[in-house]
Each structure stands twice: as C-alpha cells, then as structure tokens.
C-alpha cells in the first residue's frame, strides 16, 4: 500500500509545491477588527478560503466553520480521525533574505512565512487525503482535515470549532517535529504593566521618552529600542552603561544622538519562545540597558528591576522559579513585546512549564515579585501539558509508520512548543521537522525543502491510511 500510495503523491508532487506556494502568498497574520464575516482579519479569512477551495477542487467535502475554521474531508463511517492544522502565521519579524510572502524557491527549498509553520504541512496533508482518496483502498473510517485560523495568538479557531462540530475520536497535528511528540509543555502567558507618573526630579540627567519592542509573546525579538532625552553626563551615563556589557550583547547595541535626545538599538536574533536559548533577545538586553541608568522616576526603577530579574536567563532561575521534570525537561521564559513610555509601560511573557510542574506555584512566585501598588500582574492565557501515553493505540500506530517509512528508530520527544492537539483528546504532534533539522518556526528565511515537503505527504498519506483502514 505504502508504494500505491508514494506513487500517486509522486503524480501531484507539482500541484503540492505550487499550492503550498500560493499559500504562503497570502499573508495570514491575525487582524482584530469588527467584521464578524472575517474575525482574524482579511488575510486569515483568504487563506482560509483558498484551502477550502482546494479541497474542493480536488473533489472532497469543504466547508467553512463562520470564518473560524473549515474542514476538507474524505471516507465514510462513524468514527473520524482528525488531522489539526493552521492557516495563520506570525508577523515576519525583520533580518529576511528572501521575501516572506512570495514563495520563492531557490536550492530547491521553498522560502517563506509559514512554509514550515504549518503551511506546507497542510496541504501535504490535503494532498494525503486526496492520494487515499484517489487510491481507492478500502478504509473503513472518516478523515477531517481541521484547518483552524489563530494558532499562534489566542487559539479561538480551534475552540469555535470544537464548539459547533465534531470532535475527531484522534489523530495528529502537522506542526511539530518527527519521529513522535507525546508531550508538549504547559504555556503560560502573563503581562505585567506598570505606572510611574509620579513627580519626577527634573535635575536628573535622563528623562526616558519611549521604549519599544517585539511583535508576540510566542516569539523571541529581534529588535527593540529606546529613546530618551540628555543633558549634562547624561552621555557618559548611557555609554557607561552600555560598555558594561558582556561583548557578545555589546556588539548588538547602537547610540545615536541628535541634539539632546538619543537612540538606543538593539538588534538580536529572533527564535520561536519555546526554544528562547537559540535566539538573542533584544528586549532583554534593552531592560539591562536601562537598569544601569540614572532616570528620573522611582516607579520607573521598581518596574525595570521587576523585568530584569525575570530576563537576566532564560529558565526563571534568577527570578525564583525554575523547575524541570525528566519527561519535558526544563522551564523557558521569553519577554516577547515591551512598551513604555514616560508614564506607563507593559510587557508580555511567555512562560514553557515542564509537564509534571505546578502552574500555581510559578505563578504565585511572579506574583511574590510584582508585589508594588505601581505594579498589575495579568494572565492571559494558560494552555494546560499535553501528555499521552506512550503505549496507546495511537502513538504505536505513529511509531510504526515513521519506522517504515524512515527506517530510523521511532523515539518519542516532549517539546516545549504548543499544538492543537492539547485542546482534544488522544492527539499528538507528528512532524514536520526531521531529526537533527533546525526548527525554523517563527525565524528569518523560513523554508521547507522541496524533498521534505513531498516526503511528509508520503507520511502522512501512509499515516492517515493506518488510521482509517
């Protein structure tokens, strides 16, 4: 079955590229705004339609879920197994070679914002669905491709759907790493916001005008700045500053001055939140900029030194609460986006929490450092582990596929990235990403080779198979 089923993707290996390149074309970073038609925004709600057009161009069931989600989907029964995926993408971000949003190709990869995260899976297992379909092989259950539309914030796609429709008995998301991921870390989102709009002391050397950087909580920032206003030493108080850095993040800073106000940048490297050690983190060092600063407002120094101890590393061990555990390993922590101004400020966390920690004990040890009247702590959002176990049904069914396939050992990882699959039952993340490859999720020149992205849809056309026979 595996050759009958290689073959057929092998006929569409064309139409799989070009899709995937249209796909990436559309550029699908969420909008909030009040038409109820397109609730992430006019680029979710195009790319959305495009897969659902495809699907039903290619001639199965598509259906559109009021803009939230759609659905393509193949085969007859009672039982469904389902494959979760997602249209959207994050913001591009800066530091690209290659356009984000035309699907070029060059060395046989193809480069582009969600090329990886999770265009190119989904229509590799658009493409799957079909190659079954087209096979004609007896199977004896339904497959729903679920296509959800805001992933990467909020995950409201995903819960609208699982509110109006069926709920998939199990199955695998596309948006992950190979062989088998059967745990996925705890998320926890947070920000802090401060005011400092007390009289300040006017002979101080510094008066800060704005801070700024990072686009999402889920991605490590690249790029943050602040500006202020100088007189007198003001000057040798921010060069000092800056020279007292390690040389590695030194090297990342510029100055410029104009008249009496002065630039501060930084230029990192940006990096998906849950592997915040690959990247280098504008924001953090910014906040360490600033914490060796003279400014005016105490308020102001109370809320920096809240952010500082909690970017001085990236696994919350100066800020008091990191943990780990042998299934997922250890805690991670990125300050995503920062905004302050002369007055007021926020900043917004992201927190990875080992499977088998206690999100009320981190949290209540970020609440021990918030503690000041001029300091307002609030969650936003927290995703629950993912754990399955290993000996089920559906992980073996994985394993044996990826083994066959592959012919490499089928290990099973924990990660600290999220899927869909922690909002259903009996779901694990199954690829895209082989051993050994870099994750590019979330960073500059994003790209899936072409050979990868034909070979994930033999995968999981072969996959899907076992699971609906």
Known sequence: MEKVLNDIIDSMAENIINSTIETVRIKSVLEEGNDKTKPFGEGIDKALNYTLDLGKG??????????????????????????????????????????????????????????????????????????????KIPISKRCRLIIGTDEETLGRGIKYYLKKCEKPKCGFSPDAEFPVI????????????????????????????????????????????AEMKVKGSGDKNISNAVNSLEYTK?????????????????????????????????????????????????KFKKYIDVLRALTEDVNGKKAGFYCNDEISGDLTLNIGV?????????????????????????????????????????????????????????IKTLQKVYKEMMDQNPELIAIGGGTYCRYLDNFVAFGPVFPGQRELAHEPDEYISLSDLILISKIYAQAIYELIK
Not at 90 to 105: C, K, R
Not at 201 to 223: E, H, I, M, Q
Not at 340 to 345: R, S, Y
């Open 182 to 225: 059967y745990a996925e870390k705890g998320i926890l989102r947070f920000e802090i916001q401060g005011t400092f709009n007390e009289k300040k002391n006017d002979r101080k050397k510094l008066k800060l005008l704005r801070v700024s950087g990072g686009t999402r909580a889920n991605v490590v920032p690249d790029y943050a700045k």
């Open 250 to 298: 030194r090297k990342l800073v510029t100055i410029n001055k104009e008249d009496d106000f002065v630039i501060i940048e930084v230029k990192g490297q940006s990096a998906h939140a849950s592997t915040p050690e690959l990247g280098i983190n504008a924001i953090s060092i910014i906040i360490e900029i600033l914490s060796k600063l003279d400014i005016a407002s105490i």
């Open 338 to 394: 920062v905004e302050i101004d002369d007055v007021k400020g926020r900043a917004v966390f992201d927190i990875r929490y080992p499977v088998m920690a206690q999100k009320d004990e981190i949290w209540q040890k970020i609440c021990s450092l918030c503690n000041d009247d001029s300091i307002k702590l609030l969650e936003i959002q927290d995703k629950k582990p993912l754990y399955v176990d290993p000996k089920s049904k559906l």
């Open 58 to 135: 290619l001639e199965m069931k598509s259906e559109n879920i009021d803009g939230y989600a759609g659905f393509v989907e193949i085969g007859h029964g009672k039982d469904m197994v389902g494959v979760l995926a997602h249209i959207d993408v994050v913001p591009e971000g800066n530091g690209w070679t290659y356009p984000p949003y035309e699907g070029m190709i060059e060395d046989r990869k193809l480069y582009g914002r969600g090329a990886l995260d999770d265009k190119g899976p989904l229509i590799a297992c658009m493409y799957a669905l079909k190659a079954i379909e087209k096979s």
